[in-house]
């Protein structure tokens, strides 16, 4: 609600840093790159800061946020650390993976952060300038994708702007993100679950922890309350597993294919095509209302992330 705000585009630079810190500092809401998406950031310990976030997604506010941090130190401040946590933190921090453990009573964090759960999504991002920001500011930022709930997540700062200008305080521009995917989502608890598989591959986890993850499944109880099934979705249908394009579809290709608009990834590469994955249902939402088809991505690897959001651009509209 209320008058729209006057957005600024920072530059990442000591004097953008500055900026940012000061304006999470005063309440605001500060967009910036971390190397999966784009995060909408606030003081995690300031309620109004928080509340303001989920306003201006249009977010439900039974659906919790990731706190991000600079350090596991600062992480242990926040979270019950165990032995398991201390491993996965050592092989994969900074980077995009989150980790879902008890919330500890002293946080001080605000209890609409975790939408009143017992838990808390914590994850130290790799991106230099979301460090940078992280360590400039000192404090828990809370970030969900920078995106109007329910849209494509935003991997540069144009996107962020399509979205949210007016809403928030200030985008700080970083570029693309690299990985292009969110993180992978890892609850540990008496069994470490696969919330949300993202762009630390599950082959990867599962190598380190010695064994085989459980994945979430819809219609499980809600244990990871993001994971409503349509998300991510652009304007046009989404049609999965096209070997061929009906009359009037668009293709989002993936490999070696006729007639692309758009190309996932001409070499195969999973890599290249979860970096491309958001930037292309960008362009093809701004391009135009004709459905796209999509070809059949192999689910291993990235390819398990980028299944799982074309899965939810494809679902039913509720
Ligand atoms: O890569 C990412 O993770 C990006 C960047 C900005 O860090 N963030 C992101 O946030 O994707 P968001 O809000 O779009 O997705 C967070 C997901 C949601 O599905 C939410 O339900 C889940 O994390 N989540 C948060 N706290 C949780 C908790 N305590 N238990 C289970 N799931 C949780
Ligand atoms: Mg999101």
Redesign the pocket.
Same mark, same amino acid.
């Given at each position: 609600g209320g008058r729209p705000l006057d957005t600024q585009t920072l530059t990442a630079d000591k004097a953008g840093f500055a900026r940012a810190a000061t304006l999470l500092d005063a309440g605001g809401l500060v967009a910036f790159p971390?190397e999966? $998406?784009?995060?909408?950031g606030a003081d995690a310990r300031n309620d109004l800061a928080v509340a303001r976030i989920f306003e201006a997604k249009g977010?439900p506010r039974f659906? !919790?946020? #990731?706190v991000?941090v600079p350090d596991v130190e600062l992480a242990k401040r926040y979270v019950i650390w165990d032995d398991e946590a201390d491993r996965l933190a050592a092989a994969f921090w900074p980077g !995009?993976l @989150?980790l $879902?453990l008890p919330?500890r009573p002293d946080s001080g964090l605000s209890p609409l952060v @975790? &939408?009143d759960?017992q @838990?808390?999504?914590i994850?130290v991002?790799a991106h230099p300038v979301a460090r940078a920001l992280l360590e400039r500011f000192g404090g828990p930022v809370a &970030? !969900? =994708?920078?995106n109007p709930s329910g849209r494509i =997540?935003p991997t540069k700062a144009a996107h962020v702007l399509a979205g949210l200008t007016g809403r928030i305080e200030a985008v700080v521009d970083g570029g693309d993100c690299d990985v292009g $995917?969110?993180?992978t #989502?890892l609850?540990l608890g008496e069994t470490p679950t696969l919330?949300?598989p993202?762009?630390l591959p599950q082959e990867a986890l599962e190598a380190a922890l010695g064994t085989t993850l459980t994945r979430y499944q819809d219609g499980d109880p809600l @244990?990871? !309350?993001?994971?409503m099934t349509s998300h991510y979705a652009p304007g046009a249908k989404v049609r999965l597993n096209a070997r061929e394009i009906d009359k009037g579809e668009r293709l989002l290709g993936f490999g070696n294919v006729q007639n692309a608009t758009l190309n996932l990834s001409p070499a195969c590469d999973l890599t290249e095509a979860a970096a491309n994955l958001f930037h292309h249902l960008h362009s093809l939402d701004q391009s135009g209302n004709a459905p796209i088809a999509v070809s059949p991505i192999p689910e291993t690897g990235l390819g398990r992330a980028i299944n799982d959001r074309l899965r939810r651009a494809a679902a039913p509209r509720s």
């Open positions: 971390t999966t $998406v784009y995060g909408l977010r659906n !919790p946020l #990731i991000h !995009p @989150t $879902v919330l @975790t &939408a759960l @838990t808390l999504a994850r991002p &970030a !969900p =994708s920078a =997540s $995917v969110e993180s #989502i609850g919330l949300r993202g762009g @244990t990871a !309350p993001g994971q």
